[in-house]
Nanobody
Framework: QVQLVESGGGLEQPGGSLRLSCAAS????????MRWYRQAPGNERELVAA???????DYTDSVKGRFTISRDNAANTVYLQMNSLKPEDTAVYYC?????????????????WGQGTQVTVSS
């Protein structure tokens, strides 16, 4: 089985910074794209940032210039550095990964989610 475990959430004042981490563990062949989503109360889950295995990144418009996604392939870990935080960034943040696993002699991609970590931006 594969587990994604997030850490780094908490309470921060507007304008502050937080760094989220998400580490993958278990039995797998490799990890392709990794992503951060967030979901605020009453809202749908939205994609915040994504990074390919090679390091190409994409961001939703509302976080461009403030958030940075990165990864350590050797540690199977993805990060989200969040700067200039705003109250509207308050949400539960989830990591998501496309994980390659062997099954019946073949190589398949499975999608996994972390359990989520709360980020609250408030004065």
């Amino acid at each position: 089985q594969v587990q994604l475990v997030e850490s780094g959430g908490g309470l921060e004042q507007p304008g502050g910074s937080l760094r989220l981490s998400c580490a993958a563990s278990g039995s797998f062949l490799g990890i392709n794209a990794m992503r951060w989503y967030r979901q605020a109360p009453g809202n749908e889950r939205e994609l915040v940032a994504a990074i390919t295995r090679g390091g190409s990144t994409d961001y939703t418009d509302s976080v461009k210039g403030r958030f940075t996604i990165s990864r350590d392939n050797a540690a199977n870990t993805v990060y989200l550095q969040m700067n200039s935080l705003k109250p509207e960034d308050t949400a539960v943040y989830y990591c998501n990964a496309d994980v390659e696993r062997r099954f019946l002699g073949g190589r398949y991609e499975y999608h996994y989610w972390g359990q989520g970590t709360q980020v609250t931006v408030s004065s």
